[in-house]
């Protein structure tokens, strides 16, 4: 299928500037097997005020541990399939500066890489996948995380954009949804660079360092 394909290989390296990144998106952790993160370490991965130049904040980042209630908000699916085995669910919201984007970061954090694997496929076939409209089509991340997936398509009835994006980056999969309210608020380069900062935080926290990726600009 297109979209295994899009997912198991690396496209052309993304042209997005990222400050504070110390190093490349798609690098490996160097430090030995991918740690399971604490609630924190969740918190912390989620984009900030700061790390979004030109976007303001809506919803601080939150995290919870995953109980019955939020299971059913991460894992949509028939017996919440998919969150077996996490731990920690954190989410932060954004609208953008100059246009009516907006966009929703999510983490859910798994106690083990294998468990975070395991549940990849399930969630994007079964729920992530279909929030970008029906006839949404797939794009390609650039070599981010160790798997990811997105698709870009309509967010509303008059054919506005959205698109939404899923990756895993060793014991976590990260979300974010982005749409705008009207034509031209968002595009694939714009839902590429959250992606990406999202990834790279989620990467430095798994290293023990403090996330600091952010858009530049």
Same mark, same amino acid.
């Given at each position: 299928?297109?979209?295994?394909?899009?997912?198991?290989?690396?496209?052309?390296?993304?042209?997005?500037?990222?400050?504070?990144?110390?190093?490349?998106?798609?690098?490996?952790?160097?430090?030995?097997? &991918?740690?399971?993160?604490? /609630?924190?370490?969740?918190?912390?991965?989620?984009?900030?005020?700061?790390?979004?130049?030109?976007? /303001?904040?809506?919803?601080?980042?939150?995290?919870?541990?995953?109980?019955?209630?939020?299971?059913?908000?991460?894992?949509?699916?028939?017996?919440?399939?998919?969150? =077996?085995?996490?731990? !920690?669910?954190?989410?932060?919201?954004?609208?953008?500066?100059?246009?009516?984007?907006?966009?929703?970061?999510?983490?859910?954090?798994?106690?083990? =890489?294998? &468990?975070?694997?395991?549940?990849?496929?399930?969630?994007?076939?079964?729920?992530?996948? /279909?929030?970008?409209?029906?006839?949404? /089509?797939? !794009?390609?991340?650039?070599?981010?995380?160790?798997?990811?997936?997105?698709? !870009?398509?309509?967010?509303? !009835?008059?054919?506005?954009?959205?698109?939404?994006?899923?990756?895993?980056?060793?014991?976590?999969?990260?979300?974010?949804?982005?749409?705008?309210?009207?034509?031209?608020?968002?595009? =694939?380069?714009?839902?590429?660079?959250?992606?990406?900062?999202? &990834? =790279?935080?989620?990467?430095? &926290?798994?290293?023990?360092?403090?996330?600091?990726?952010?858009?530049?600009?």
């Amino acid at each position: 299928m297109i979209m295994r394909n899009v997912r198991r290989c690396a496209a052309a390296a993304a042209a997005l500037l990222l400050t504070g990144c110390g190093g490349d998106a798609g690098d490996d952790t160097g430090k030995g097997e &991918a740690v399971a993160l604490t /609630k924190q370490q969740v918190r912390e991965t989620l984009p900030a005020g700061e790390a979004m130049a030109g976007w /303001k904040e809506t919803a601080r980042p939150t995290a919870v541990e995953v109980d019955d209630l939020y299971r059913r908000q991460a894992c949509p699916v028939e017996g919440n399939a998919g969150c =077996e085995n996490s731990r !920690f669910y954190g989410a932060s919201t954004f609208r953008h500066a100059d246009d009516a984007s907006h966009v929703t970061f999510l983490v859910l954090a798994y106690d083990s =890489e294998q &468990a975070a694997r395991d549940a990849y496929d399930v969630l994007w076939d079964g729920h992530y996948a /279909k929030k970008a409209g029906p006839g949404a /089509k797939t !794009f390609g991340l650039g070599p981010i995380g160790d798997e990811r997936d997105a698709r !870009f398509g309509t967010s509303g !009835f008059r054919g506005e954009p959205g698109a939404v994006t899923q990756t895993r980056v060793g014991t976590t999969l990260l979300w974010s949804e982005a749409a705008s309210a009207g034509r031209g608020g968002i595009d =694939e380069d714009r839902v590429r660079a959250l992606a990406t900062v999202l &990834a =790279e935080r989620a990467r430095q &926290a798994q290293n023990g360092d403090s996330p600091s990726a952010a858009l530049d600009g």
